[in-house]
């Protein structure tokens, strides 16, 4: 089996109002939909960032995958390489994983990766976990991911399903209606956005209204060393982990070191380079993968034997996606041995989808591991067709929520640490 062709389709997808240490996201967020076709007829799906660093990485590479045989990863590790050499990329938002100029390489490898290895699959007749070792679990749980919200972007007709949630008492209705809906068995809330008094008395009412619901809040980095010790101090008891509530190896580790709960990350370490800077330090507990930008699924498992060694807890994060990357989560993590925290999910955020059959479904807030060969998920292609035409539509062709926020507030910064 060889590669013969490559299609990438850039997407964008309707997103929500969701408030964040930098802004508000945009109306719509912005997906890569890659399609790898073999000389045998078969097909590989992969699901990445849409921004244009990512599709200019993504298009250089394909030019170059013709003839490989999708089961030589070393091979198209050598080709992303020669890909990208020289590539001119621009900055972008920390929040953004796939506008990070130094993450370009993961980024394309992992992509190109997940395609190959549904491939795999489909040839074998096994289910990408299979090929990855064999699952460990049949399902895997997710977390509810809270969000402050706007009810309505600017210039739109109506408020969306969801409604605005700009207080604690609006956390917990949102948190009230996710789990009715989905049953998730823990939640944790995007922070950052207010006061961390504010913050605070949300988780406390979101402990008093889910008392058996492990907790977690993320500030994205957005406060002080002074300021995160104090609030964890506050919340002793009420949260499970707190998530990057500072940047930096030497911040995190005062942190951790002054307070009793785990600290977790996704913005501290986010590569095999950061583990050894972090462990030196002490600065996190916790490690929330992601096979997007850490160079695939095989070097999530690979990250998962780390943490096993040092004895890091690990969980997965998550960013507005649809069901192709989901499914791909779900693969990589039944193969994990040691997944200790339920993984983030924005899905139940998105309105739109690219695969047939539509929405994936939660139960008691888990994600069952598909069985068919492959990832599991096909193309719905008239669905791949509307997504396109509303990117071809977008003005934006990178996600920027410093930007989108100055619609509400012209004076707004997006500085951080914020508190």
């Not at 109306?27 to 399609?35: F, G, V």
């Not at 309505?152 to 609006?170: C, W």
């Not at 989905?182 to 402990?207: C, D, H, N, W």
Request: overall charge negative.
């Amino acid at each position: 089996m060889k590669i013969e062709k490559i299609t990438v389709t850039p997407i964008a997808i309707q997103d929500p109002p969701l408030l964040n240490v930098l802004g508000i996201h945009q109306p719509y967020a912005l997906r890569s939909i890659i399609e790898v076709t073999a000389d045998n007829g078969l097909v590989g799906l992969a699901e990445t960032y849409g921004d244009s660093n990512t599709l200019n990485g993504l298009n250089r590479v394909s030019e170059l995958l013709a003839g490989l045989d999708p089961f030589c990863l070393n091979d198209l590790e050598a080709r992303v390489e020669r890909g990208l050499a020289g590539m001119k990329v621009k900055d972008g938002s920390i929040l953004a994983p796939g506008t990070i100029p130094e993450r370009a390489k993961a980024i394309a490898f992992a992509a190109y990766e997940t395609a190959c290895l549904d491939l795999q699959g489909k040839l074998l007749g096994l289910p990408v976990a299979e090929v990855l070792g064999g699952r460990v679990r049949d399902a895997v749980p997710f977390s509810a991911y809270l969000f402050y919200k706007k009810a309505r972007h600017i210039g739109a007709a109506h408020d969306d399903p969801y409604g605005a949630a700009e207080t604690p008492e609006a956390v917990v209705r949102q948190a009230k209606a996710f789990v009715a809906e989905y049953g998730f068995k823990s939640l944790k809330l995007k922070g950052g956005v207010y006061e961390p008094a504010v913050e605070i008395e949300t988780m406390r009412q979101l402990k008093k209204a889910f008392p058996d619901h492990p907790l977690r809040l993320d500030p994205n980095g957005g406060w002080t060393v002074k300021t995160a010790i104090a609030a964890a101090h506050e919340l002793e008891g009420v949260l499970e982990y707190l998530e990057d509530p500072v940047l930096g190896f030497a911040e995190s580790a005062d942190v951790a070191h002054s307070i009793s709960m785990p600290i977790a990350t996704n913005m501290v370490v986010v590569s095999f380079q950061d583990l050894a800077e972090s462990v030196r330090h002490g600065s996190v507990q916790v490690i929330l993968s992601d096979h997007h930008y850490w160079g695939g699924m095989r070097a999530t498992q690979a990250l998962a034997k780390i943490c096993s060694i040092w004895k890091l807890g690990l969980s997965m994060h998550s960013n507005s996606h649809l069901g192709i990357s989901l499914v791909a989560m779900a693969h990589v993590a039944a193969a994990c041995t040691n997944l200790t925290y339920a993984c983030d999910t924005h899905y139940p955020w998105q309105q739109d989808e690219v695969i047939a059959g539509g929405k994936l479904k939660f139960i008691d807030g888990a994600l069952p591991v598909p069985t068919k060969p492959g990832l599991g998920v096909d193309l719905d292609r008239d669905a791949l067709t509307r997504l396109h035409r509303q990117y071809l539509a977008c003005e934006d062709l990178d996600r920027d929520d410093v930007k989108e926020m100055r619609k509400y507030d012209p004076n707004w910064k997006g500085a951080l640490p914020r508190f």
